[in-house]
């Protein structure tokens, strides 16, 4: 059987090649992106690529590219990918929605005690000649409280680190989530803005989020309290936020995400919060670090090779979700297929008149799409699938071998 290949572009972290290549499969890498027709050209004869966000994935590259089974984005975002038509094509797409969160959670810790000792004024008077040491409006973190909205992946790791910092943590999220360390819950936002000395936002980009921190919720801070937010642009009013820091209610202020953002390396930055005293501003840097690059990397390559050696979906981010495990001995037959009645009847049928005894079946559908695992204790001969594979109703059927 000849080996799988996989292109990487972009850049991609080498830790996804060692992955890849401690797994058998044949790697070609390249430092850049591709536009479309070089992209179609290149991934002739790959079973898979690896992007990140600069390489757009249409739906005339997923048509054009038959031996494609699979794509991995290397980074948070999947905008860039035509995922419905990949669904279609019956390509999975993984990405790592996760694999950055200590990075935000860093940024945010040093942002939030720098904002505290007002740190981007202090250098800004030293870089322009000017010697003015002072106490004056610089206070410790330890003993504060912070309150952390949106308590998840994110708000989570925050809530550890800014404990062992000193902090008495408290959390609004509109789920129930259970309290790290000593972390206290509060049942409404405005209990939260109320008693928080430092308010951090880290909520996800649900539509009902657009918003959700304006002007009203701004009043409703402490006078002097520090505002932070690496979640999402389109959550906070700038303008009202600009108005509540120069009037002093608002003491200071990170910011690392936009609503509008510039879209190339070296574009003007436009905000209504330039030029503002005590203010941080960050280009969407929170989950950029070399450690959250090599992790994705890993994270990536793993959920990919598990795809191609086992038929494992698991995270994928367009087909229905199955997490199969390493196959240990007999034979597995996965098979993706349109969500009608009577595929699994069908399958199980095909294997009882084999009398293939089934060891395991895992099952799962999204939107129009199912799939299915199975499992059986025998090799079964190939012909055995024929009738399944041109089945109407199949997308495509492949098998696996242990350790294959
Ligand atoms: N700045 C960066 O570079 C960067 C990097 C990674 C993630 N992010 C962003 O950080 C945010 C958090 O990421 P995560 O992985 O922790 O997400 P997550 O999905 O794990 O957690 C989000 C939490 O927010 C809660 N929530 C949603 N809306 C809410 C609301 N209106 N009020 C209170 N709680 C609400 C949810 O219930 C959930 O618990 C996301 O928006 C993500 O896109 C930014």
């Given at each position: 059987?000849?080996?799988?290949?996989?292109?990487?572009?972009?850049?991609?972290?080498?830790?996804?090649?060692?992955?890849?290549?401690?797994?058998?499969?044949?790697?070609?890498?390249?430092?850049?992106?591709?536009?479309?027709?070089?992209?179609?050209?290149?991934?002739?004869?790959?079973?898979?690529?690896?992007?990140?966000?600069?390489?757009?994935?249409?739906?005339?590259?997923?048509?054009?590219?038959?031996?494609?089974?699979?794509?991995?984005?290397?980074?948070?975002?999947?905008?860039?990918?035509?995922?419905?038509?990949?669904?279609?094509?019956?390509?999975?797409?993984?990405?790592?929605?996760?694999?950055?969160?200590?990075?935000?959670?860093?940024?945010?810790?040093?942002?939030?005690?720098?904002?505290?000792?007002?740190?981007?004024?202090?250098?800004?008077?030293?870089?322009?000649?000017?010697?003015?040491?002072?106490?004056?409006?610089?206070?410790?973190?330890?003993?504060?409280?912070?309150?952390?909205?949106?308590?998840?992946?994110?708000?989570?790791?925050?809530?550890?680190?800014?404990?062992?910092?000193?902090?008495?943590?408290?959390?609004?999220?509109?789920?129930?989530?259970?309290?790290?360390?000593?972390?206290?819950?509060?049942g409404t936002l405005d209990q939260l803005l109320a008693e928080a000395d430092v308010v951090s936002l880290h909520v996800d980009g649900r539509?009902?989020?657009?918003?959700?921190?304006?002007?009203?919720?701004?009043?409703?801070?402490?006078?002097?309290?520090?505002?932070?937010?690496?979640?999402?642009?389109?959550?906070?009013?700038?303008?009202?936020?600009?108005?509540?820091?120069?009037?002093?209610?608002?003491?200071?202020?990170?910011?690392?995400?936009?609503?509008?953002?510039?879209?190339?390396?070296?574009?003007?930055f436009e905000s209504a919060l330039r030029g503002l005293p005590n203010v941080i501003l960050t280009p969407h840097v929170g989950g950029s670090?070399?450690?959250?690059?090599?992790?994705?990397?890993?994270?990536?390559?793993?959920?990919?090779?598990?795809?191609?050696?086992?038929?494992?979906?698991?995270?994928?981010?367009?087909?229905?979700?199955?997490?199969?495990?390493?196959?240990?001995?007999?034979?597995r037959v996965a098979l993706l297929h349109h969500n009608i009645p009577g595929v699994l009847a069908s399958v199980n049928q095909m294997l009882?008149?084999?009398?293939?005894?089934?060891?395991?079946?895992?099952?799962?559908?999204?939107?129009?799409?199912?799939?299915?695992?199975?499992?059986?204790?025998?090799?079964?001969?190939?012909?055995?699938?024929?009738?399944?594979?041109?089945?109407?109703?199949?997308?495509?059927?492949?098998?696996?071998?242990?350790?294959?």
């Open positions: 059987m000849s080996k799988h290949e996989v292109l990487l572009l972009e850049d991609i972290h080498p830790a996804a090649t060692e992955v890849f290549e401690r797994n058998g499969l044949v790697v070609h890498t390249r430092t850049r992106s591709l536009g479309e027709d070089d992209l179609i050209e290149a991934l002739q004869g790959m079973s898979m690529v690896g992007i990140r966000s600069n390489t757009r994935v249409t739906e005339k590259v997923l048509a054009s590219t038959p031996d494609l089974l699979a794509i991995g984005a290397f980074c948070i975002g999947t905008n860039q990918i035509d995922l419905g038509a990949a669904a279609r094509e019956g390509v999975a797409v993984f990405n790592a929605p996760y694999s950055n969160t200590r990075s935000v959670v860093e940024l945010v810790i040093g942002e939030i005690i720098a904002l505290a000792r007002r740190l981007p004024e202090k250098t800004q008077r030293m870089h322009d000649g000017i010697w003015d040491k002072s106490a004056q409006g610089s206070h410790e973190v330890r003993g504060r409280t912070l309150g952390i909205v949106g308590y998840g992946n994110i708000g989570t790791q925050l809530s550890n680190l800014a404990e062992a910092l000193g902090f008495r943590v408290i959390f609004f999220d509109t789920a129930d989530r259970l309290a790290h360390g000593n972390a206290r819950r509060v539509p009902g989020n657009a918003g959700m921190f304006g002007a009203a919720e701004l009043a409703k801070m402490k006078p002097r309290s520090l505002f932070v937010n690496a979640s999402r642009g389109m959550v906070v009013d700038d303008v009202a936020l600009r108005e509540h820091i120069l009037s002093g209610h608002i003491a200071g202020a990170a910011l690392d995400v936009f609503p509008v953002e510039p879209k190339a390396q070296g574009d003007t670090t070399q450690e959250a690059q090599e992790e994705i990397g890993f994270f990536v390559s793993g959920k990919l090779t598990n795809f191609i050696h086992r038929g494992s979906t698991a995270l994928s981010v367009n087909l229905p979700d199955v997490a199969a495990p390493a196959l240990e001995s007999g034979s009882a008149d084999r009398g293939a005894n089934v060891s395991a079946q895992y099952l799962s559908t999204r939107g129009e799409q199912g799939y299915v695992v199975t499992d059986v204790t025998t090799e079964l001969p190939d012909d055995a699938l024929d009738g399944l594979r041109q089945a109407d109703s199949t997308l495509w059927l492949r098998t696996y071998r242990p350790g294959s």
